[in-house]
């Protein structure tokens, strides 16, 4: 079964066809790239990034890139995935207007969503469009799958830490493989593991305010105590064999944040399904932060150690 990674979209085609080649070239592993995710920087629905990091791009640019990623044979999915259904002061008239312009216009592959109720929105207007669920919905047991099934879920995308609660996914695989949903992990995931403060802090973004006091606390944490990295929820691209074995398929590469000429080292090394160097070249790092200045973790040092 061929594996399946989705990138982050930064709105950049020089750095797409990039990827493209690379995708060519590394085919004999059995890994490609082969979806982006993105969402205009500011809608009227929040999303899981602060505005002010993501690169400003109008509808109509988004529809007109849209094409040109289809025309690449790549699936395009478009995010919808604050936690909140609806923010303070806005109409629910605008919110369905929104949702009429991403069905009717820009046409993704698939919608990545948080809140149910929106799910149920998106299901009862366009009955065909794959729902992947999004990890913010913070799917970490196999029971959590149950509210979500009346939407007939094409994806989970679960929660960070269960990329090391072993035991999570197995049940999580299991019955996903039962329904018939894919489930997806993170590779480049950096947040601090178990962190108390995520639902907040995406609460906080998916209303569009400024999460720097968020990225200050958990920067501090890795700058000062580089062991809470390691204990992080990111797979090494030697590692995703393992999760193949254990029935995965799907992959996500995070780092919407960061700038787009940072992407194709990550995705040479996923397809290659390995790195020579610092690891945290490959993660997903508040890049204000710097941290290769700081931080060097030898990834091939890691080799062999527990993946969890």
């Known amino acids: ?26 085919s004999s592993n059995n890994i490609f790239i082969s979806e982006l995710y993105g969402v205009l920087p500011k809608g009227i629905l929040g999303h899981g990034r602060s505005q002010s990091t993501l690169s400003k791009i109008s509808p109509d640019e988004a529809i007109e890139f849209r094409k040109y990623v289809k025309q690449k044979g790549i699936k395009f999915n478009y995010l919808l995935n604050s936690p909140q259904f609806i923010e303070k002061g806005t109409k629910l008239e605008e919110v369905i207007e929104y949702i009429d312009w991403v069905g009717n216009e820009l046409k ?51 929660q960070h830490d269960v990329n090391r609660n072993f035991e999570d996914l197995k049940e999580i695989i299991k019955r996903g493989q039962k329904l018939e949903i894919n489930i997806e992990l993170m590779l480049t995931e950096s947040c601090l593991r178990r962190c108390s403060y995520m639902q907040d802090h ?46 995965v398929n799907n992959f996500k590469i995070t780092g919407r944040s960061k700038k787009a000429e940072w992407l194709p080292l990550v995705t040479k090394a996923y397809l290659e399904r390995d790195f020579k160097g610092n690891i945290i070249r490959l993660l997903g790092i508040d890049p204000n932060i710097n941290a290769e200045k700081w931080i060097y973790i030898n990834n091939k040092a890691l080799n062999g150690l527990p993946t969890g």
């Open 108 to 158: 993704p592959d698939a919608v990545i969503i948080t809140s149910y109720e929106l799910m149920q929105i998106i299901r009862n207007k366009f009955k065909d469009l794959p729902i992947h669920i999004s990890t913010i919905a913070r799917i970490s047991k196999e029971k959590d799958i149950e509210k979500y099934l009346d939407i007939n879920p094409e994806r989970i995308i679960v």
């Open 1 to 26: 079964m061929k594996t399946h990674i989705e990138i982050p979209c930064h709105w950049n085609k020089a750095i797409l066809d990039e990827i493209i080649a690379q995708n060519k070239e590394d």
């Open 202 to 247: 995406y609460n906080l973004v998916g209303i569009g305010k400024d999460d720097k006091l968020f990225h200050f606390k958990c920067n501090k944490e890795k700058v000062l105590f580089p062991r809470e990295i390691l204990k992080s929820n990111f797979i090494r691209p030697e590692d995703i064999s393992f999760y193949e074995g254990m029935g």
